[in-house]
T-cell receptor, first 114, second 112 residues
């Protein structure tokens, strides 16, 4: 079965500093990987996704993520965080063998201090 | 530009009531999903549907049922609401392949 681990429940970063949110997955074959962001009281918005090819993927709002098969990781990064990035971030994994169901991590809450 | 619409943002119901949560999408997506979101647990799949009148149980279907009579609408039903069903409920839709989901804004349900 697929599983997703986001080791950090909360992260606090100063505005302008770099950010890395960790995501590890457990799955035998090549997964499809996603990062979503949720602002308070809102639904989830897709930031980026990885299916195949270049292991560094670019997303919206200046985010990027790198797929590392050897580490079963798909970490999200941003070089310079803005106060508006404060939100909850979810990593998710899917696979054709499991239909179109996604499994989500527990989420990481990002706080940005000025 | 709203694509997945959940009928209520906030809902307060009494224990034992039958509760309907409605979700409508205008993207002609085949797949629709209901998740519940709880702090520290992330999103957990309740039910999903690959097509009209088709439904499959997710990871936590107990106490819930669903209805999909039309392609664009997917309803979640709490047959007899209980306090442990107080949660944020998220509806999502997608194309048949693994493309990722489009989510609604969520319904925060409180059962008292």
């Amino acid at each position: 079965a697929q599983s997703v681990t986001q080791p950090d429940i909360h992260i606090t970063v100063s505005e302008g500093a770099s950010l890395e949110l960790r995501c590890n997955y457990s799955y035998g074959a090549t997964p499809y990987l996603f990062w979503y962001v949720q602002s308070p009281g809102q639904g989830l918005q897709l930031l980026l996704k990885y299916f195949s090819g270049d292991t560094l993927v670019q997303g919206i709002k200046g985010f990027e993520a790198e797929f590392k098969r050897s580490q079963s990781s798909f970490n999200l990064r941003k070089p310079s965080v803005h106060w508006s990035d404060a939100a909850e971030y979810f990593c998710a994994v899917g696979a054709m063998e499991y239909g179109n169901k996604l499994v989500f991590g527990a989420g990481t809450i990002l706080r940005v201090k000025s | 530009d709203v694509k997945v619409t959940q009928s209520s943002r906030y809902l307060v119901k009494r224990t034992g009531e039958k509760v309907f949560l409605e979700c409508v999408q205008d993207m002609d997506h085949e797949n629709m999903f209901w998740y519940r979101q709880d702090p520290g647990l992330g999103l957990r799949l309740i039910y999903f549907s690959y097509d009209v009148k088709m439904k499959e149980k997710g990871d936590i279907p107990e106490g819930y049922s669903v209805s999909r009579e039309k392609k664009e609408r997917f309803s979640l039903i709490l047959e007899s609401a209980s306090t442990n069903q107080t949660s944020m409920y998220l509806c999502a839709s997608s194309l048949p392949e693994v493309h990722g989901y489009t989510f609604g804004s969520g319904t925060r349900l409180t059962v008292v």
